[in-house]
C-alpha cells in the first residue's frame, strides 16, 4: 500500500549542480503533479501530467524539467541548481483532474541549495 | 488580490472549544472547494471536500458563501490531534487551477 514514494527525502546541492528528485505511484493514477512549498506560503504548482507522455507547465516552471513516459514515474529535472530552488517539494497523483478526486501527496523532498 | 487569502494565525484554542476560520478566494469561476491539514512538515491530506453549499463530517463543518467568495471551515469539540495547518483550496475547472492557501495554523492546547 505504498501510494506515492519521492525519494530522495532531504537533499543538499551546490549552487550549479543538477539533481533528480524520483516519484512514483502505485494507483494507476492518471494525473500526476509537482508543487513547491516554501516556508509560511502555499504550495506553488511547477508541472504536471495528464497521463504518460504529456506534461505542461504550471505557475512556476522556471528551472526544471519534467518527463513522464509511464504512468507510475514523474520525475523532475533540476539542471542548474539556485538558491531559489531551496524548498520542499512534494509530488502528488490523482485518479481524474483534482477537482473531482482528492490529491495523494508523497512525503516531500527537503532540497537546500548553498 | 491573492487567489486565495487565509488568516495564518497562529489559533492557540483549549481542548474543547469551537473554532472557524475563514477563506476568500477571488476566481468566481471557482467550482468546488477542498480543505487539506498539514501536519508539521508532513505532507498534505484530504480533510474535507465541498462541491456545493456546504458539507459536515462529524465535528468538522464546511460552508461555502458564493455571493462574497468565501469558504468556512468550523471544527467543534477540538482535539489535541486537530493541531495542524488547515489549506483551502478552491478548485477552477483544470488541473493546474487547484491553487493552495497559505493555511491557517491551529494549535489545541490541553
Known amino acids: 500500500n505504498a501510494g506515492v514514494t519521492q525519494t530522495p527525502k532531504f537533499r543538499i546541492l551546490k549552487i550549479g549542480q543538477s539533481m533528480t528528485l524520483q516519484c512514483t505511484q502505485d494507483?494507476?493514477?492518471?494525473?500526476m503533479y509537482w508543487y513547491r512549498q516554501d516556508p509560511g506560503m502555499g504550495l506553488k504548482l511547477i508541472y504536471y501530467?495528464?497521463?504518460?507522455?504529456?506534461?505542461d507547465k504550471g505557475e512556476v516552471p522556471n528551472g526544471y524539467n519534467v518527463s513522464r513516459s509511464t504512468t507510475e514515474d514523474f520525475p523532475l529535472r533540476l539542471e542548474l541548481a539556485a538558491p531559489s530552488q531551496t524548498s520542499v517539494y512534494f509530488c502528488?497523483?490523482?485518479?481524474?483532474?483534482?477537482?473531482?478526486?482528492?490529491?495523494?501527496f508523497g512525503n516531500g523532498t527537503r532540497l537546500t541549495v548553498t | 488580490r491573492k487567489e486565495v487569502e487565509q488568516d495564518p494565525g497562529p489559533f492557540n484554542v483549549p481542548e474543547g472549544a469551537t473554532v472557524a476560520f475563514n477563506c476568500t478566494y477571488s476566481n468566481s469561476a471557482s467550482q468546488s472547494f477542498f480543505w487539506y491539514r498539514q501536519d508539521c512538515r508532513k505532507e498534505p491530506k484530504l480533510l474535507m471536500s465541498?462541491?456545493?453549499s456546504g458539507n459536515e463530517d462529524g465535528r468538522f463543518t464546511a460552508q461555502l458563501n458564493r455571493a462574497s467568495q468565501y469558504i468556512s471551515l468550523l471544527i467543534r469539540d477540538s482535539k489535541l490531534s486537530d493541531s495542524a495547518t488547515y489549506l483551502c483550496v478552491p478548485f477552477s475547472g483544470s488541473a493546474r487551477q487547484l491553487t493552495f492557501g497559505s493555511g491557517t495554523q491551529l494549535t489545541v492546547l490541553p
Open positions: 494507483m494507476n493514477h492518471n494525473y
Open positions: 502528488a497523483s490523482s485518479l481524474d483532474s483534482g477537482g473531482n478526486s482528492p490529491l495523494h
Open positions: 465541498v462541491y456545493s
Open positions: 501530467s495528464v497521463g504518460a507522455g504529456i506534461t
